[in-house]
Each structure stands twice: as structure tokens, then as C-alpha cells.
């Protein structure tokens, strides 16, 4: 029961990671960071 | 049709390196102007501590770069790194880029407070005149004579204090490469910086205001300058049999050879230990953790599929050292010379070597290099070409397909034939680049062919440091990705591999009821044509983000399928699951699919439009189809 929810949190994390790196566009993603950075 | 220049845009390191807002409006604007291949990216890394990649050729630098730099008084500097120009009269949009950041005209810039003009302190003919057309300007300006030692060695005699008196500017000496003279340069560039500047506006030269300023410049030499006594002779006498139009090409062609064989041999002994380190880690932890989901995760997803891709971390190192090797010694732009009448036989201009040959490494710097073109159409013809290059993603589908399938067998006594097969798909990107650019531009775009001419540096002693990090360079941008986007997307793999489970009672492989399973089964109809199992149609899929991504969905398909034939090295078990015809024919598909969506979108940003994108989808893989479904049926009658 652990391993398995474990392991779908990763697979969660990696779906994300997978849509955020491939079809946010580019300027969008550095902008958002940029953005953050000036925050902290 | 419209192309356009853009505007280099920031990365994430880069904004990381602007410490504060504040410190950008304070700092100093240093620009960095120079002829082609003087070395003022080398200067650049030397001042800011960057890693731009530095080349002995002309076109390496395209767009406009930018890094900070502390002098020695302490004050910050802004350094802008510009492609090489012979002239503010620019003609390819390299050259605009040089020209409007040179003249404040690029939007959202202000101009230079100060310019470095980067002179190779051997070769002073060309950026005298360069010099003398910035000063029109009216910007406060330094001369840095870089290269000095090698000027030095050679018996070059340069007044320094008259030059500086004739040009009424500072002249500093630096070696770039070894971090010589930087100091000073800084303490130049803040001594003129406070100086009262006129900017009148500036306009492009006459043919007699271009005539004079060559004079003058011709003047300043003769006066400042004295040739060494005893001329440095070896780069001729080798120019005389590396350039010769029958030996030349013999020697080339010998040198690629050499590279695909060492790429193959030298490379083994590294892959199989990291081939059994990774063994060891799946087998430790089959023993640590009980059965369960997360053990599937990390031994069939993450182990098998990101263990596939990174073996080949030595033979991606292995050719770049050659790579960079040839181009550190100035013998890449003597290939070019060679290839010039072959590409210009075949509708390619002459400046589409230097992006081409940067497309080995990947497409997305080659397409950009396309910049060095002034004629659109000329380079709209070698971005459309560019992604048909053998890029280093490409090299684990071919070295796991070859090393699966064909036998390490000597040939001739003394080649491997498993490299002569690396050798031949190489050969067959080049010559499928060149017979698209004939068919576009003797076909679609017919028009006179335009002159090619590029300045040959002299041969050079590679710099072992810039060697060793050139290559570790681009093994480290390897592992990352293996780390981040293979990593990532094998996880996802893994996921639809293993889920929904299958239903009780069931008798075939876990992955057949899966939803990878239902996709490669509903993509097979296709693909069978083609001789693809419905296993290569699940990695295609992922394999469109990049294709190493596809030799790691393969590793992790076939670990999460189990059964016979499935464990052990994933070569092993393709050669117990597919046929030879099958492997030829994912050979042939791997020369030509669009299998990189950075390409698409790097082509769309350089040509401004999704038509291009588009027309470049569309035939890389319709050709590929069609050259698949070829070997397939070819390989098939002759019996594989």
C-alpha cells in the first residue's frame, strides 16, 4: 500500500514536470521563474 | 515568406547571474565587435567566466550574448558578446545583430558605453578598416590585440604605442584563452569609459568613403606593423596537401572513417562498466526491497529505461572529442573548402557547412548558425536540411540497433564492421541533406548560385582545456537529460506500461492490457507496413519529445513485458524479439523522422512562421515512411 502510493505520487511529480517542460511555452516558463526569483 | 532576427532571449542561468536589477542599470555596457574568428567569445568566457562555445572557425557566435565581469577597481561590467563582421554593412541577420547593437538601434537596448574592437593580433589587415569605420561612431572605444603570444612566436613586430597614437585609443594585448591581459583590457575600458562622446548619426559608406578608409587602414599597418622576417610557412604546406582536390578529400574522408571506428572500439570498455554498474543497482535492489509497485517503478521504469540512454555517455564524449579537435585545429574549415563544390553542386550555399557541421551535435544550433546566411531562401534550404544531420540523439538508437543486429566482426583485416555501419548511416544523412537541398533549390527555388567566401584560420595547436571542457560539456548536457526529460517521461511510460493491470486469470504479459498496450496495438495497423512492432510503436511515441527518449521507452517496454527473452541487455532482447528486416527498417526511419519537437520549435522561431515547421514535419516523415517500408520489404525478399 505504501510502495503504491509512493509511486504514484512520483509518477504525479514526473506528469507535471512532463506537461510544464514540453507545452508551457518557453517564455512563459522563464518569465514565471524570473518572476518567483524577484519575489523571494 | 518572412524571417526575422530574434531577439535573444535570456535563459534561466542568465537571469540567475543578474544578482539584482539595480546592478544592470549601474553596470557598464561593454560591447565586443571583432572580424570573424578572432576570438572575442574567448574573451568573453576569459572576462565573464561563461563557457560560450568557442570554435577555430568563423560563425560559431550568431546571436548576442551577454555576462557580467568585475574590474579590478571593483566596478561591474555588462559584456556583450556579438557575431564576427568585417563591416557595419551587414548583410546576413547575423551581421543586423552586430550592427544595431553597435549603434543602439536594437529595441530595447541602449548602445554600448563602451567598445572593446576584438583584433587577431596575427591577421590585422581586415579590422583596421573595421576600427576605423567604428570610430565614425563616436562611442569610446578599446583595441584588444588578442592572440598576442601567437603573434609573438611568430616574429610579428606591432608598435603598440603608435598604433594606439594613430587609432587615439587604448591598445591592450590579451591572450584569451589563457586569461592574459584582462586586467589591463578592464582597466582600459573604465579609463575610457568616462570620456566625452559625440554619436553622430551614422550611415552607411560610399564606395569611395569605403576605398579611402581601406587606405588609411593599409597606412596604419604599414606604419604600426612589421611582418615577421622568417613567415610561419606549415599552415600552407599543409593547405598544400589537405586542400588538393583528389588527396584532400582522401584524407577527409580517411579522418571520418577513423573517428566512426575509435567511436565504436574505444568506447566498449566504459559502456559495459556502466552497463553492469546498473545491473548491480537493480539487482541490489531486487534484494533490498520487497516486491511491490515502487520496486517496478525503479528497477523496469527508471533503472532499464534511463540505464538504456546513459551507456552511451562514452561514445557521445568519444566524437566530440574528435569534434572538437578538428574544429579547435582549424581543419574544419578546410572540410568545408572541400565540401563547397559538392554542397554547391547540390543547391547549398557555401556558409551552410558551418551550420550543418554544428548540426552533428544537434539540429537546434545548427539551425540557428543558418544566421551566417544573408539570402533568405539560401537559408530557409539549410534550415530545412539541418534536421536530416546525424545529431548525438541519434546515436543510441543507432549503436543499440548495430550492436544489437550486426556482428563485431573485422572486415578487411582492420575496420569493425559494426563502425563501417555507423560510418554508412552518417554518409547516408549527408547525402538524404544534400539531395533535399538540390530538390528544393534546383526544383522549387531555382536561382544563380551565390559565391562562397570565408577566410581560412591558420592550424592551430588544440587548447587542451577548452578541449576537455567542450567535451564534458556536452557529456554533462547528455546526463541531464537523462536525469530530467528521459527521466521523467520513462516514469510516465512505465505508468501507462503497467496500468490498468491485467484482469485475472490472464495469460499474456502484464503490458498487452495496459494502455501502452492498447496504443501500440492501435497504432500497429500503420506501422506493420513498415515492420515496426507494436513494442517500437509505444517508444515512437515519446520518442517524438527526443529520440534517445525512444531507445529508453524500448528498455522499459520490454523490462515491464517480461517473459522470455526480455532480461539481460536490452540489444539481447531486441535481437530474440525482432527480425533483421525490423531492425533495418527502424535504421532507416531513425534517418529521417521528425523525431524532435525542440527542432519544430526552434524552426518556428527562426522563421517566424508554423508553415515551416510544418512543410519540415511533413516531409521528414513521409520520407521516413517511405524509407522504412523500402528496407523493410527490400531486407525482407533478400531473406532477413
Known sequence: MVQAVVAYIIVALACAWVVWRLFVPRKIRTDLIARLQRRR | ?640
Open chain 2, 1 to 640: 515568406m518572412s524571417l526575422q532576427v530574434p531577439e535573444a532571449q535570456p535563459s534561466v542561468a542568465d537571469i540567475a547571474n543578474d544578482t539584482a536589477a539595480t546592478q544592470r542599470t549601474a553596470a557598464l555596457r561593454v560591447a565586443l565587435i571583432g572580424n570573424p574568428n578572432c576570438g572575442k567569445t574567448a574573451l568573453f568566457n576569459a572576462l565573464t567566466g561563461a563557457r560560450q562555445k568557442v570554435a577555430n572557425y568563423a560563425g560559431v557566435t550568431v546571436e548576442r550574448k551577454e555576462g557580467l565581469a568585475q574590474s579590478p577597481s571593483g566596478a561591474m561590467l555588462r559584456v556583450l558578446d556579438l557575431p564576427g563582421t568585417y563591416s557595419l554593412r551587414a548583410r546576413s541577420p547575423d551581421e543586423v545583430v552586430t550592427r544595431d547593437v553597435a549603434l543602439g538601434r536594437l529595441e530595447g537596448e541602449t548602445p554600448p558605453d563602451v567598445m572593446i574592437c576584438v583584433a587577431d593580433a596575427t591577421n590585422l589587415r581586415l579590422v583596421l578598416r573595421l576600427v576605423l569605420e567604428l570610430k565614425q561612431i563616436g562611442r569610446p572605444m578599446v583595441l584588444a590585440m588578442n592572440m598576442y603570444d601567437i603573434a609573438e612566436r611568430q616574429g610579428w613586430s606591432i608598435d603598440l604605442a603608435r598604433l594606439s597614437q594613430e587609432l587615439a585609443m587604448p591598445v591592450v594585448t590579451t591572450v584569451a584563452t589563457r586569461r592574459r591581459g584582462m586586467d589591463k583590457l578592464l582597466a582600459a575600458v573604465e579609463s575610457v569609459s568616462g570620456a566625452a562622446h559625440e554619436s553622430p548619426a551614422w550611415r552607411e559608406p560610399s564606395a569611395a568613403e569605403l576605398r579611402a578608409a581601406h587606405a588609411e587602414a593599409e597606412r596604419i599597418r604599414k606604419t604600426c606593423i612589421r611582418p615577421p622576417s622568417h613567415p610561419d610557412t606549415l599552415t600552407g604546406r599543409l593547405d598544400s596537401v589537405l586542400l588538393h582536390p583528389v588527396v584532400g578529400v582522401a584524407i577527409l574522408l580517411a579522418v571520418l572513417f577513423f573517428m566512426f571506428q575509435a567511436v565504436f572500439s574505444w568506447a566498449q570498455p566504459p559502456m559495459d562498466l556502466i552497463k553492469s554498474a546498473f545491473d548491480h543497482l537493480s539487482t541490489l535492489i531486487t534484494q533490498v526491497m520487497p516486491d511491490g509497485v515502487l520496486r517496478s517503478l525503479i528497477c523496469d521504469g527508471i533503472i532499464s529505461g534511463v540505464g538504456s540512454v546513459l551507456v552511451f555517455v562514452p561514445q557521445i564524449m568519444i566524437l566530440f572529442l574528435f569534434i572538437i579537435l578538428l574544429e579547435d585545429s582549424g581543419y574544419m574549415a578546410r572540410a568545408a573548402f572541400l565540401m563547397d563544390k559538392i554542397m554547391g553542386g547540390a543547391g547549398l550555399h557555401g556558409r551552410a557547412f558551418i551550420p550543418l557541421l554544428s548540426s552533428f551535435a544537434c539540429a537546434i544550433p545548427g539551425i540557428m548558425g543558418a544566421r551566417v546566411i544573408d539570402n533568405k531562401r539560401d537559408r530557409l534550404t539549410t534550415i530545412l536540411v539541418a534536421p536530416l544531420m546525424t545529431c548525438s540523439a541519434r546515436i543510441p538508437v543507432y549503436t543499440l540497433i548495430i550492436s544489437a543486429f550486426v556482428p563485431n566482426r573485422a572486415v578487411w583485416g582492420f575496420a569493425s564492421l559494426q563502425g563501417l555501419v555507423m560510418f554508412g548511416l552518417y554518409a547516408t544523412g549527408i547525402l538524404s541533406a544534400l539531395a533535399v537541398g538540390f530538390v528544393v533549390r534546383k526544383i522549387f527555388w531555382r536561382g544563380a548560385a551565390e559565391p562562397f567566401l570565408m577566410e581560412l584560420p591558420a592550424y592551430k595547436r588544440p587548447d587542451a582545456k577548452n578541449v576537455a571542457m567542450g567535451v564534458l560539456t556536452r557529456g554533462k548536457i547528455f546526463v541531464k537529460r537523462a536525469g530530467t526529460v528521459i527521466l521523467a517521461m520513462m516514469i510516465v511510460v512505465w505508468f501507462l506500461s503497467s496500468v490498468p493491470g491485467p484482469p485475472p486469470g490472464a495469460t499474456e504479459p502484464a503490458i498487452n492490457y495496459s494502455f501502452a498496450g492498447m496504443i501500440g496495438h492501435g497504432l500497429e495497423p500503420l506501422l506493420r507496413p513498415i515492420g515496426f512492432t507494436w513494442q517500437i510503436a509505444v517508444a515512437l511515441i515519446p520518442g517524438m519529445a527526443a529520440r534517445e527518449v525512444a531507445v529508453a521507452a524500448l528498455g522499459t517496454v520490454y523490462a515491464v513485458s517480461g517473459g522470455e527473452g526480455a532480461t539481460g541487455p536490452l540489444a539481447g532482447v531486441l535481437h530474440a524479439h525482432w527480425s533483421l528486416a525490423t531492425a533495418m527498417a527502424l535504421l532507416a526511419w531513425y534517418v529521417f523522422a521528425p523525431q524532435c519537437a525542440a527542432t519544430l520549435g526552434v524552426i518556428k522561431r527562426e522563421t517566424n512562421s508554423w508553415t515551416w515547421p510544418l512543410v519540415t514535419f511533413v516531409y521528414m516523415l513521409v520520407l521516413a515512411y517511405a524509407a522504412a517500408f523500402a528496407t523493410y520489404h527490400i531486407a525482407q525478399a533478400f531473406g532477413a
